[in-house]
């Protein structure tokens, strides 16, 4: 059996009522002179808005009944508006108190890109990094992504070459069960040693990539290891921040209080005539940050802005001192380099994103957040510039100093007394000996004379019939 509609009053409906008394609010389920509908359900229309709208945390009891009448001209197809009478002050009326707004640690906007970095890498295809490349086109992720992408083409690359390799074999195993002739199994094991050279090379460069991937990886732990580290640094900096300042805040209250108590106190003695006087403590003089304090919180944000690579100790030296002023120079500020102040602090709060360009010693350059070093191949160094050239051979120059042994050689050379031109053969005759001279020889005179020639001399002695023969 169905529920028909029914009405709650007869006649004109309900009357108008006005409060009597400040702060006081009226609601009623339809406005003066109509009636209220009871609905099909098991409440009224007026009744299941109230039981959904009133109990909201933190709602205002006028919005509240704005929402209820909202409701209800929707339930009844507007044939029924609840009306609210009376008035109530500016502050807010909630039936339920608000929840306490819960405070956490601020996002760091690299989170999605590094979730979906480890996402990637987890599958590790090529559509995925080229997908991730399309999402994120620069930053530190983007360099690592490629470095992940340049180890699947060297792996691709590998396994296409391996199966190359695969086949020359078999190519080569069908033609030595063939028979082939010695040509083609020449060309089949050149094809087959070059396939190989080529599984080989691909080989080692997925190891290299790998490697570089690898290294890559390394350097994007260690840049969230950093960044953590600055964070929960930083966490710490404004934690110290926030408990001096609700110290001072409750040294400020204090003393309210006690000037309050001691005003008071003046007043009642003056109102009955006594001549008292109130001891009262003197107010505390509000605490503020020391200046090492200080220090160190300007250094950390001068890390975090990429100006400062150094300790964040709170001792403020020329390492800081530069890094402030090249905190200025990029961001158009001009804070006194040789004081960290609290307007400083504020100024580099403000930035968000790095301030300071990265700046990598000679042999490195910038690769996202981090240097990484250049890496030249054999026979190349890096250039004032940072850029692979390639060696000059040294060609050898004469110096005196390499003249200075040959000289001394030449002339101990010349000292030297010269060896003797002779034969070693001595001839005797009437005027003396002598040794005999160079070219010519000692023979028999018989044989010398049977043996004479043109253009021959001779020379007789007196020993036994020897005589020189010079051709």
């Known amino acids: 059996m169905r529920r028909t509609v029914a009405s709650r009053a007869i006649g004109r409906g309900l009357a108008k009522v006005e409060p009597t008394s400040a702060n006081t609010m009226i609601a009623f389920a339809a406005k003066a002179g109509s009636t209220a509908s009871d609905g099909d359900s098991k409440n009224s229309p ?5 039981v959904e709208r009133l109990p909201t945390p933190g709602l205002d009891l006028r919005k509240a009944f704005g929402f209820v009448r909202d409701d209800v001209l929707k339930i009844t197809s507007y044939r029924q508006e609840p009306y609210v009478y009376g008035s109530l002050g500016g502050e807010d009326v909630a039936l339920v108190p608000a929840k306490p707004a819960v405070t956490g640690p601020q996002a760091n906007p690299q989170d999605a890109v590094r979730r ?13 990094w080229t997908a991730f490349l399309a999402q994120y086109p620069e930053g530190f992720y983007a360099s690592l992504a490629k470095g992940q992408l340049s180890r699947v083409a060297a792996e691709e690359a590998r396994a296409v070459a391996a199966e190359k390799a695969r086949e020359a074999e078999d190519e080569k195993a069908r033609l030595a069960a063939d028979r082939a002739k010695k040509a083609e199994r020449d060309k089949a094991a050149a094809a087959a040693k070059s396939a190989e050279d080529a599984r080989l090379a691909a080989e ?19 840049a969230e290891a950093a960044a953590a580290k600055a964070l929960a640094e930083k966490q710490a900096a404004e934690k110290i921040v926030a408990d001096r300042i609700a110290n001072e805040k409750a040294a400020a209250e204090l003393a309210a209080k006690q000037a309050a108590e001691r005003k ?4 009642k003695a003056k109102e009955e005539g006594e001549q008292k006087i109130a001891a009262i403590a003197p107010a505390s003089t509000q605490p503020s940050l020391s200046p090492p304090e200080t220090a160190k ?8 802005v990429g100006c400062l690579t150094g300790a964040s100790d709170g001792e403020w030296n020329a390492q800081s001192q530069r890094s402030l002023t090249l905190f200025n120079k990029h961001a158009g500020t001009t804070f006194e380099p040789k004081l960290a102040s609290l307007d400083a602090l504020d100024a580099i709060k403000s930035k968000q994103g790095r301030v300071c360009p990265l700046i990598c010693d000679r042999g490195y350059k910038a690769s996202g957040d981090t240097c990484a ?7 190349y160094r890096v250039n004032d510039d940072n850029e692979c050239e390639k060696l000059q051979e040294k060609k050898p120059v004469a110096t005196r100093d390499d003249q200075k042994p040959r000289d001394a050689e030449r002339k101990q050379i010349e000292q030297m007394p010269s060896k003797p031109q002779a034969s070693g053969q001595i001839i005797c005759g009437q005027t003396g000996c002598r040794p005999v001279q160079k070219g010519c020889r000692l023979e028999r005179a018989s044989a010398a004379a049977g043996s004479g020639s043109v253009g021959s001399t001779y020379a007789a002695n007196g020993m036994g019939g020897l005589v020189e023969i010079c051709r």
């Open 373 to 379: 070093k250049i890496t030249c191949r054999s026979g």
């Open 264 to 267: 008071a106190a003046e007043t």
């Open 204 to 222: 080692k460069a997925k190891q290299i990539e790998e490697a570089r991937a690898a290294a890559a990886e390394q350097r994007r732990k260690e």
């Open 46 to 50: 007026f009744a299941t808005a109230l």
């Open 116 to 128: 979906d970095y480890e996402l990637a890498l987890q599958l590790g295809s090529r559509e995925v």
């Open 297 to 304: 919180l300007v250094q950390l944000e001068l890390r975090r």
